[in-house]
């Protein structure tokens, strides 16, 4: 049995067959609670014994967003002589009883892109924080580059949560000092081993934990003039493992 067919023609004898007994009232209340019903049909393995070989039953279900449950079984008696009253058997299926339940909510599936960019790696950067509306969270392992600067001093003026995370270079002593002097969020990372030459080398940012940039390229106006890499990914779930290694990260040391 078609499913769509099925409740239509339970609406249509609601509006058009004012033979089917049935109160006024609920009769209004029913059209508009079936509008924003589904059908489902249910085998059952049992078979029915009704004189016809190989017939089962079926249970027709009537799902209902969770809201309107209530409604939906205050007039589960309407409902059941309405399917009854519909419901055609045929030699395979015949129908045992109807049942009332909430409708499972369809999540929008994510739609995820990934790219790369060789050139003009800055610019790419750029706008990556100017579309952050919420949190821009980066792991860089150098960072002196004024322009991406500038960009986070408006998006801080915005009200955005900012987070850095740099290495512990001489090259980025001033940017530090910039950066908490204008009360940035900063962590640095000391190096480590027994020479001192280990370090915390990402590259990474992180925007409104949807998108994330990460590639070769440290924040620095040296790194405009190298052959550099730059991946982006609006992917949530691999935004996420971003996000988890940030906070790692974040709170080492403490």
């Excluded at 309405?82 to 055609?88: A, D, G, R």
């Excluded at 045992?96 to 003009?120: C, G, L, R, W, Y």
């Excluded at 493992?241 to 709170?251: D, G, P, S």
């Amino acid at each position: 049995m078609v499913r769509n067919a099925f409740l239509k023609t339970m609406i249509d004898v609601l509006k058009y067959n004012n033979l089917y007994e049935i109160n006024g009232k609920n009769r209004e209340h029913l059209i508009r609670l079936l509008g924003r019903a589904r059908v489902n049909f249910v085998p059952q393995y049992a078979f029915t014994n009704h004189g016809r070989s190989y017939q089962h039953w079926e249970i027709v279900e009537l799902s209902f967003p969770v809201p309107l449950l209530d409604a939906a079984i205050k007039y589960q008696s309407d409902l059941d002589s309405l399917v009854n009253y519909v419901y055609e058997e045929t030699d395979e299926y015949a129908l045992h009883h109807m049942e009332i339940k909430p409708q499972v909510i369809d999540a929008p599936e994510e739609v995820t892109e990934h790219n790369v960019v060789f050139n003009k790696i800055q610019d790419a950067i750029i706008q990556g924080i100017r579309d952050a509306k919420f949190i821009i969270w980066a792991a860089v392992a150098w960072f002196s580059n004024d322009a991406i600067y500038q960009e986070l001093i408006v998006k801080k003026e915005q009200g955005l949560s900012i987070r850095i995370i740099v290495s512990e270079e001489e090259p980025n002593k001033k940017m530090i000092a910039k950066l908490k002097d204008n009360g940035f969020n900063v962590k640095v990372i000391p190096k480590w081993g027994v020479l001192g030459h280990n370090r915390m080398h990402d590259k990474f940012c992180i925007i409104d934990m949807d998108y994330v940039m990460h590639g070769s390229y440290n924040w620095t106006s040296t790194a405009n003039y190298n052959k550099e890499t730059l991946a982006t990914a609006s992917d949530h779930e691999f935004v996420s493992k971003f996000a988890k290694e940030f906070m790692t990260l974040y709170n080492t040391n403490n």
